[in-house]
T-cell receptor, first 114, second 115 residues
Framework: AQSVTQLDSHVSVSEGTPVLLRCNYSSSYSPSLFWYVQHPNKGLQLLLK??????LVKGINGFEAEFKKSETSFHLTKPSAHMSDAAEYFC????????????FGQGTELSVKP | DADVTQTPRNRITKTGKRIMLECSQTKGHDRMYWYRQDPGLGLRLIYY???????NKGEISDGYSVSRQAQAKFSLSLESAIPNQTALYFC??????????????FGPGTRLTVT
């Protein structure tokens, strides 16, 4: 079975400081991993995805994530937070035999203080 | 125009009423999905369809039904709405992408309130 755990339900940072959103996954197969972002009253937008190519994945808006198989982690980072980054972020896993079904983490709400 | 559209965007209904949420897509994808989002629970899969003749239950299908009218249309019905079905509902589509990944594309959501 596959699962994903987001280790923080809420993260607060100051504008201009680094962002770290933590995600651990469990998968019996080679997983595909995604980070989605949801701004208030909006749908979900794909930030980045890992699909067994490079372990360091770059996404939109300066975000990146590193796949670490030994730690079963896929943490999302950004060097410098911007006010517009305030949103909810979801770590998501999908397996090769899952036919496209995604398993979502519980979400991490990111607040950015001026 | 948006690739994945949902109607209505907001709906308030009473307990026991039947309600249908509709989803349309212009991406040409075969696979479509319905999720519900509740605070602190992420998104949970209700039903999914791999093509017009292939419909499958997700993890929380009780109390819901779906209809895949065409490749581009996938509707979710609540036959007799109850208050704990109050949630934000998302439709999504996908196709096989690079590296065997099924990146999903989401609609804007329907906020449903059952009183």
């Amino acid at each position: 079975a596959q699962s994903v755990t987001q280790l923080d339900s809420h993260v607060s940072v100051s504008e201009g400081t680094p962002v770290l959103l933590r995600c651990n996954y469990s998968s019996s197969y080679s997983p595909s991993l995604f980070w989605y972002v949801q701004h208030p009253n909006k749908g979900l937008q794909l930030l980045l995805k890992y699909t067994s190519a490079a372990t360091l994945v770059k996404g939109i808006n300066g975000f990146e994530a590193e796949f670490k198989k030994s730690e079963t982690s896929f943490h999302l980072t950004k060097p410098s937070a911007h006010m517009s980054d305030a949103a909810e972020y979801f770590c998501v896993v999908s397996g090769l035999n899952q036919g496209g079904k995604l398993i979502f983490g519980q979400g991490t709400e990111l607040s950015v203080k001026p | 125009d948006a690739d994945v559209t949902q109607t209505p965007r907001n709906r308030i209904t009473k307990t026991g009423k039947r309600i249908m949420l509709e989803c349309s897509q212009t991406k040409g994808h075969d696979r479509m999905y319905w999720y519900r989002q509740d605070p602190g629970l992420g998104l949970r899969l209700i039903y999914y369809s791999f093509d017009v003749k292939d419909i499958n239950k997700g993890e929380i299908s009780d109390g819901y039904s779906v209809s895949r009218q065409a490749q581009a249309k996938f509707s979710l019905s609540l036959e007799s709405a109850i208050p704990n079905q109050t949630a934000l509902y998302f439709c999504a589509t996908s196709d096989l992408g690079a590296g065997n990944s099924y990146e999903q594309y989401f609609g804007p959501g329907t906020r449903l309130t059952v009183t």
